[in-house]
């Protein structure tokens, strides 16, 4: 029991610090999504818990639920076990998903029969010792989740440094698949490139909509440039249409693709290394096309947006 007790322990801990980073990374829009997700993520763990300890349980005890009938009548021990069980996964809930964590408030143990003559009621005691298991394990996954770095906050830090050593504004783009293909049209759009010969004829049409179709027709036309870095069992032509067709998240190979297309240099500022990577410096004569790439500050994931120089 205590090595599956310690197992358990740190799977709360490993949650519980999973739902303070997907918290801390929580925007506005997307608030809702994590906060549902963080109580699917916590349920599920508490009913695999008390399943294991249960099977466990009844493992070592075989006997044990017979003789919980033999001690009190089967619709009051029921009727009390369920009660217990309901307060015991409150409790758990409010305390493993408050943001900022809240100060742990114990549960307390059922008060001892008023009655001399009435037997103890075994079923109670054991739901008891979970809850107090239950309580303690939270505590310490609390307290470790607590004394973690901001990762949100130490790489928003560093990209504003970043933009200030080198006259940078960040213009936000929405996190919606289409990021870089955003990004990337709002920097050509400030270089003064147009996006392609028809963006002059309809207006109405977005940004990357345009970035889209020409890293697809780039990568195309250059199979041995982009086969070798495709993922396995992928096509070319698979991985072109869901770059032209879909909202798929585009990445290194696209921004080369598109720096290559437009003849442009592509500076990519981010908090890791040394702060900015540059691509296709040889050949972009055109002009410079920044890019803000953050890996923690959204909650989604990776993400970029478009930068302009002051």
């Excluded at 006997?63 to 919980?68: G, K, M, P, Q, V």
């Excluded at 392609?196 to 020409?214: C, L, M, N, Q």
């Excluded at 770059?243 to 798929?248: L, R, W």
């Amino acid at each position: 029991m205590e090595d599956l007790l310690a197992l358990h322990r740190k799977q709360l801990r490993d949650l519980q610090s999973v739902i303070t980073q997907k918290k801390k990374s929580a925007t506005k829009k997307t608030r809702r999504g994590v906060n549902d997700d963080c109580e699917r993520l916590e349920r599920e763990l508490k009913e695999k818990q008390a399943s294991e300890i249960s099977a466990l349980e009844k493992e070592i005890n075989p006997d044990a639920a017979t003789n919980d009938e033999a001690d009190a009548p089967v619709e009051e021990t029921t009727e009390e076990a369920r009660e217990e069980e309901e307060e015991i996964s409150s409790k758990l809930h409010e305390t493993t998903l408050s943001d900022p964590p809240t100060n742990h408030e114990r549960i307390p143990s059922p008060p001892p029969s008023s009655s001399s003559s009435k037997k103890p009621n075994r079923n109670k005691a054991r739901l008891a010792r979970r809850a107090a298991k239950i309580d303690e394990i939270t505590a310490q996954a609390e307290q470790e989740a607590a004394s973690q770095p901001n990762l949100r906050a130490i790489e928003a830090e560093r990209m504003k440094q970043l933009f200030d050593e080198n006259g940078l504004v960040e213009i936000l783009i929405p996190p919606d698949g289409h990021c870089l293909y955003s990004a990337f049209a709002v920097g050509l759009e400030g270089a003064g490139i147009p996006l392609s010969d028809d963006t002059v004829s309809d207006k109405k049409v977005r940004g990357y909509t345009f970035t889209r179709k020409a890293a697809g027709e780039y990568i195309s036309s250059h199979p041995d440039d982009f086969a070798p870095f495709l993922e396995e069992g992928e096509t070319l032509d698979g991985h072109v249409r869901k770059v032209t067709s879909t909202a798929e998240w585009g990445g290194h190979m696209e921004i080369l693709a598109l720096a290559k297309e437009y003849g442009v240099t592509v500076k990519i500022v981010q908090a890791q290394g040394v702060g900015i990577t540059t691509m296709n410096e040889d050949e972009g004569g055109e002009a410079d096309v920044w890019l803000a790439y953050h890996r923690k500050g959204y909650g989604l994931g990776e993400h970029y947006n478009a930068l302009r120089k002051k």
